[in-house]
């Protein structure tokens, strides 16, 4: 039955990737009905993280944060950095997707702190993107320049080419 939940995971991820979320949604779903009956514990963390990209996709931003707070909370329990920093970020767009900047700011802030203790370049820059598009947003001036010079020297660390485009874009916003 692990198995049959992990490949239910995996057929989500590529509906996902393909831009099919109902048939993902219906798969995570799956998923983590079966790991939650088999006591796979130790899965759960990203399945939950799945669920909560897939309803971020879906546009449910409220779903997605609950489920971004159930992946951060079996995060911390299992020890998973990866998920819990992935969490922080789906919960901080998830926020800010539903216009409410000052909480996307203090989870992303949350983040990028979580990111530095365990010095995970991609995590800080992904904290630092959404800093600078929420404070742009909200009319920060002075914490988006902040934010967009520290993004300026993580930025330099990374070899991600899509996140690359995001860091320009959002470093653009200081020049607005």
């Known amino acids: 039955m692990k198995l049959l939940a992990k490949s239910y995971n995996n057929l989500a991820a590529v509906y996902n990737h393909f831009g099919q979320y109902r048939f993902a949604i219906d798969c ?17 963390p990203v399945r939950n993280l799945t669920a909560s990209n897939t309803y971020y ?38 926020y800010s997707s539903l216009n409410m900047l000052d909480s996307s700011i203090d989870i992303s802030m949350r ?3 979580f990111a530095k203790k365990e ?3 991609g995590t800080i820059n992904y904290a630092l993107i959404n ?25 330099k660390m990374i070899p991600d080419k899509q996140a690359n485009a995001l860091v320009r874009s959002a470093i653009a916003l200081n020049l607005i």
């Open 111 to 113: 983040q990028l702190a």
């Open 57 to 94: 996709n879906l546009k449910q931003f409220n779903k997605a944060i609950e489920y971004a707070r159930k992946a951060i909370a079996l995060g911390t329990m299992f020890d998973n950095a990866f998920v819990i920093g992935m969490g922080l970020n789906n919960m901080s767009a998830s």
């Open 131 to 155: 800093l600078c598009y929420d404070n742009f947003r909200d009319g920060n001036k002075k914490e988006l320049e902040y934010y967009s010079k520290e993004l300026t020297a993580y930025a």
């Open 28 to 44: 995570i779903l799956k998923c983590l009905d079966i790991s939650e009956k088999t006591k796979d514990s130790i899965s759960l």
């Open 119 to 121: 010095q995970d370049v």
